[in-house]
Structures are given as structure tokens and as C-alpha cells.
T-cell receptor, first 111, second 116 residues
């Protein structure tokens, strides 16, 4: 079963625009991570935010976490065509060693 | 190698056949995971190894699926009597974190299994 649900399922924007993807989850978590997957490739870790953190930045990425709403958002600023990929949120909960992934958001950045 | 290596990258087999998928994790990583990803879905957990032992195999769909990691490094996922529904990309990941600290997972490129 999948814990997180990303929203929207698909997003198409122009190069230079910002992209925002949301993730909702159901049970309490220890941390939440975002991964990127280019078509036909493996997943690449982007950023991790712990349950006691509210916001985190890494380069053009900004992640927020609202544990009261059980939701997170990933913002990619000044998007580039190379950002075109699927983005997944993944949560780590009570077991603490297992990540549970959502279904992902397919982001298309048009040049 | 520098990353997680999975072989074969593609495997086409016939219904009922036996398949082995191999994963070579990043050197020194004690934690190893197998996930399965169907088209348009996120990865779904299959099994987790800490060292040589399977610490959690709750994601294996049935007893046709089995995985081993005899020396605490390379792992093999074995699927008996394959069915068309087994068709998916099988992803392996490793982590340097020991049990109790889930951090970043490093994924391989996956093995795409097609059962005809």
C-alpha cells in the first residue's frame, strides 16, 4: 500500500516558472523525503525533512512540512527543461527503516 | 562501482519460468532494499536486509518471491513460476544507515521484467 499521495498527478510549465508539488500522507512520520525519477531510470534523492522541521532549502528546492495537516510541498524555482521528471514523496514512520512512496507527480518543463 | 548496480537491466521471460535479479549495493552499505514499481505507480516495498538477514519481508507478494543476501553484500531476488502480473521494474536500493535511522536511499537503475 502507498502512504503518500502527490498532487497534482501531472504538471506542465514553461522554463523559468516555479513548480509546486504537494504530498499528503496518512500516519505519523519520522521524516519525509523527496525523490526524482527520470523516465526509465532509478530514483535520485533530493531532500529530507525531519518531522520536527517545518522548512528546508537545497539550491532551487524548497520543502515544507506541516505535520498537523500531514502534508508536504516541494517547490522548484526557476525551472529548467532538465527538471522534467517524476517526483515522489516518501515517508518513514514507526518502523524507521522503510520508506513508503506515493504515486508521484509527472513534471514537464517546456523549453 | 560507485553506485548500486542491477543486472539484468531487462529480462523477458515466459509465464511459468524462474527468474533471478541481482543487486550489487554500494560498498559498505549494510542496509539493502528491494522495491517493485509498476507503470505509473510509485515504488512498493518488497523486502529489507540488514546485513545478511531479511529484517522485514512483509512486502513480498507471495511465496513465489524470495530474496537472499548470503554475504551481506550482493543480493538476489528470485521469482518462481512467473506470472504476467509480475511484470514491473524491480528496484534495488542501499543505505549506509543502520536499523533505526532511515536516511537517503541510493537506488539502482532497476531491472525491467516482462513476463509474456
Amino acid at each position: 500500500s502507498q502512504q503518500g499521495e502527490e498532487d497534482p498527478q501531472a504538471l506542465s510549465i514553461q522554463e523559468g516558472e516555479n513548480a509546486t508539488m504537494n504530498c499528503s500522507y496518512k500516519t505519523s512520520i519520522n521524516n519525509l523525503q523527496w525523490y526524482r525519477q527520470n523516465s526509465g531510470r532509478g530514483l535520485v534523492h533530493l531532500i529530507l525533512i525531519r518531522s520536527n522541521e517545518r522548512e528546508k532549502h537545497s539550491g532551487r528546492l524548497r520543502v515544507t512540512l506541516d505535520t498537523s495537516k500531514k502534508s508536504s510541498s516541494l517547490l522548484i524555482t526557476a525551472s529548467r527543461a532538465a527538471d522534467t521528471a517524476s517526483y515522489f514523496c516518501a515517508t518513514s514512520g514507526g518502523s524507521n527503516y522503510k520508506l513508503t512512496f506515493g504515486k508521484g507527480t509527472l513534471l514537464t518543463v517546456n523549453p | 562501482g560507485a553506485g548500486v548496480s542491477q543486472t539484468p537491466s531487462n529480462k523477458v521471460t515466459e509465464k511459468g519460468k524462474y527468474v533471478e535479479l541481482r543487486c550489487d549495493p554500494i560498498s559498505g552499505h549494510t542496509a539493502l532494499y528491494w522495491y517493485r514499481q509498476s507503470l505509473g505507480q510509485g515504488p512498493e516495498f518488497l523486502i529489507y536486509f540488514q546485513g545478511t538477514g531479511a529484517a522485514d519481508d512483509s512486502g513480498l507478494p507471495n511465496d513465489r518471491f524470495f530474496a537472499v543476501r548470503p554475504e551481506g553484500s550482493v543480493s538476489t531476488l528470485k521469482i518462481q513460476r512467473t506470472e504476467r502480473g509480475d511484470s514491473a521494474v524491480y528496484l534495488c536500493a542501499s543505505s549506509s544507515r543502520d536499523r533505526g535511522h532511515t536516511g537517503e536511499l541510493f537506488f539502482g537503475e532497476g531491472s525491467r521484467l516482462t513476463v509474456l
